[in-house]
């Protein structure tokens, strides 16, 4: 796609998100949106998996997101070698003082080439 003016070209293959997922982080976990995502697991306070629907291609892909709430943050957090593939991840809410948690609304996005 051209910008405004002829000034730039951007791949819109490139700049869209690959995978999402928005899902409730408590009690039972349970999606509520998602795109490119077939699984969601429950691996204790405030961890979590994903699976992916199609794989990407490598490991080279940004996982970024939020969650809801005053004193919450979102990280990526890998625990050992086998947490991120081309299929699936896994990642772990953590406040500010280090501690995980469960919270009720958890947005992830993931950016990279599908294989």
Known sequence: VT??????????QQGLAKHFCV???????AVDE???NSGLTD??????????????????FALTGATVGN???????ATDAAVKTASGTRFRGVQHDGSEFDT??????SHGDLA
Not at 3 to 12: A, D, F, I, P
Not at 71 to 77: G, H, K, S, V
Not at 104 to 109: E, P, S
């Open 104 to 109: 009720d609304v958890v947005d992830i996005v």
């Open 3 to 12: 910008g405004e003016g002829n000034s730039t070209t951007t791949n819109l």
């Open 23 to 29: 899902f409730d982080g408590t009690g039972t976990v």
């Open 71 to 77: 004193d919450e943050a979102f990280t990526y957090i």
């Open 43 to 60: 691996n204790g306070t405030g961890q979590y998996a994903v699976t992916f629907t199609n794989a990407f291609t490598n490991l080279h």
């Open 34 to 36: 998602s795109f490119n």
